[in-house]
């Protein structure tokens, strides 16, 4: 594993925090909500090439 996957999932963490700060504060709830939905999805598909990895990786060490 990278450690640039873990600043870019903090660095979109940090993103969509500001954002939906911003919008809670103007009245916008509801794009508030998905804006840090939308962020969940962006991080979790980032994450599914990571999880794929080791899923092989621990398929190769106990010889599955």
């Known amino acids: 594993?990278?450690?640039?996957?873990?600043?870019?999932?903090?660095?979109m963490g940090m993103l969509v925090a500001v954002?939906?700060?911003v919008l809670g504060k103007i009245g916008r709830d509801e794009q508030a909500m998905l804006v840090t939905i939308a962020g969940i999805v962006v991080v979790l598909l980032m994450?599914?090439?990571?999880?794929?990895?080791?899923f092989e990786t621990v398929r190769s060490v106990f010889g599955i």
């Open 19 to 21: 954002a939906a700060q």
């Open 1 to 11: 594993m990278d450690v640039s996957i873990v600043l870019k999932v903090a660095g």
């Open 47 to 54: 994450l599914v090439g990571e999880v794929g990895t080791l």
